[in-house]
């Protein structure tokens, strides 16, 4: 009850509560995902809604425990998924698992409100090769089709060619943020005047210059990637190339590549893609390999996967 | 079918003569016209909007795609794509202190470009700027770690520093007439700003085949 001066109660901005028909259609979102998952033979597991608050990032939302120790809300499943495998799984591949759930997050790490988003997502640990890639790709893509959301697209990049590039240029962590941004918004006018200013005439300034490049279907890939390959300034912008070129070929779903697709989560070391769908103003969902996380939890082993916005896939089912 | 919005104000006119030059025009006449919403064939329409908008109605897929300052689109923070640079609308972002102050001629000192911790520290206080760009001037002088008071203001921005409301603002500057005609000199450029086009992040993936040709075609 409101108080003199006191202002009714209600969800804090960034969280909302979800009523009747809402509810109902996130649940059924929720429970068609988890059948396309169970059918692929991967097992749930459920982590805890707090961890130490080292497994997290600083968009954690973090407390003081009454011992002193720093914990945090779940701001991340992958992470806490990867803890699970290096630690009570450690030594069984491969392992397929699903989770589903709320992370709760910072707007800008270390400041601004926080927000809450349901997810679903799927992690394959243990598999390196590109037929691991291809089994998470055409998994999110039959999970939009479950959904209803045929004309829903993939846009697949690689870390592992954009940090090969940064590296071949000597960018600075600086530059190389400065690049990824402009990369990342398709930000040509601004890409090119950082190379002209801070990049040696060269292979790896003409390589990086094609990263703001539009996304190409998945049949024009072959022809894409040939042509980056020509300009590939070292033998790791090769090698991501041609990798991506094998999970492309093995991989079933709506792809588009795109080599500026930089955007992910900040352990990514791979293949990063995000899924978009008519009707939702921002990605529905998202992932990407990150062969060196676990290695973090001691159990160091390659892993992939992605994860589904809840929130933004739930009121694009049809009722 | 694209939406695009078009903000009120000086960039509308050579935004949409290069519209135009793209094929698309709008069926009415925007200057006497009060629709908010023109169709332009049947292809695209326009949504006319306050420029600082421009980019929450693209961010959120209201609008396809838009045109605004770089100043707005970097201010709103909003997560866009911007491919193309117009070239038009030229302007600077700058601080400017009254003339002969002392902070006016510190900068001077340091050069436009710079601004050492010290701007400002026989105040005795964190230096006092008008602003209507908060995040930006917040940004600029904390990564020159000179501690800064902003003062949020939304027109005539100028007048805060002429008052002794503040002792510096931080404003666009075209041609420098008003700052010249207030007493005021300009200090540090922060931001070099021109019209740019910004795209929906979604809208750039699933409505690649309608954008990609408009985008060559403005660009």
Known sequence: MPADGQQPAAPLPGTQDLLFEAARRLRRCEAALCRVFEAAHYAEVIPPAIESADVFGPEAFRALDRGGRLIALRADFTAQVARIAATRLSGMSPLRLYYRGSVVRRIAPDSGPVYERLQAGCELVGAAGPEADAEILSLASAAMSALGLRSARISLGTMGYFAALVQAAGASERLARALSDAVDRKDLPMLRSLCEREVADGPARKAILMLAQPPRPQTQAAQLLAQAESLAPSEEARAALQRIGATLRLARGDLEIDLGEVRGLGYYTGIVFNLYAPGSPRPVGGGGRYDSLLGRFGDPRPAVGFSLDLDALAPLLET | ?219
């Not at chain 2, 420029?51 to 689109?73: H, I, K, M, N």
């Not at chain 2, 302007?91 to 202190?97: D, K, Q, V």
């Not at chain 2, 701007?119 to 600029?140: C, D, F, I």
């Not at chain 2, 100028?158 to 005021?184: Q, S």
């Open chain 2, 1 to 219: 079918m694209l939406t695009v919005a078009l903000p009120k104000g000086r960039l509308q006119r050579p935004a949409l003569e290069r519209f135009a030059r793209a094929g698309i025009t709008p069926e009415e006449d925007l200057a006497s016209t009060r629709r908010l919403i023109v169709p332009a064939g049947a292809s695209a329409r326009f949504v006319i909007l306050k420029d600082s908008d421009v980019p929450l109605y693209v961010e959120r897929g209201t609008a396809d795609l838009g045109v605004c300052g770089l100043d707005q689109v970097l201010e709103s923070a909003a997560d866009l794509l911007a491919p193309v640079d117009f070239g038009f609308g030229n302007c600077r972002l700058c601080l400017a202190a009254p003339r002969g102050s002392k902070v006016a001629e510190e900068a001077a000192q340091d050069g436009l470009a710079a601004a050492r911790p010290s701007l400002g520290v026989e105040l005795g206080r964190s230096l006092r700027v008008a602003t209507k760009y908060p995040r930006l001037s917040a940004r600029w002088f904390g990564q020159r770690g000179v501690p800064v008071d902003l003062v949020h203001l939304s027109g005539s921005v100028e007048l805060a520093a002429v008052c002794g409301l503040t002792d510096a603002i931080v404003d666009l500057v075209e041609t420098g007439r008003t700052l010249e005609e207030n007493g005021l000199v300009i200090a540090a450029e922060l931001l070099a700003v021109s019209a740019r086009l910004v795209v929906n992040r979604a809208a750039y993936r699933l409505k690649v085949e309608e954008l990609l040709p408009l985008l060559e075609a403005l660009g």
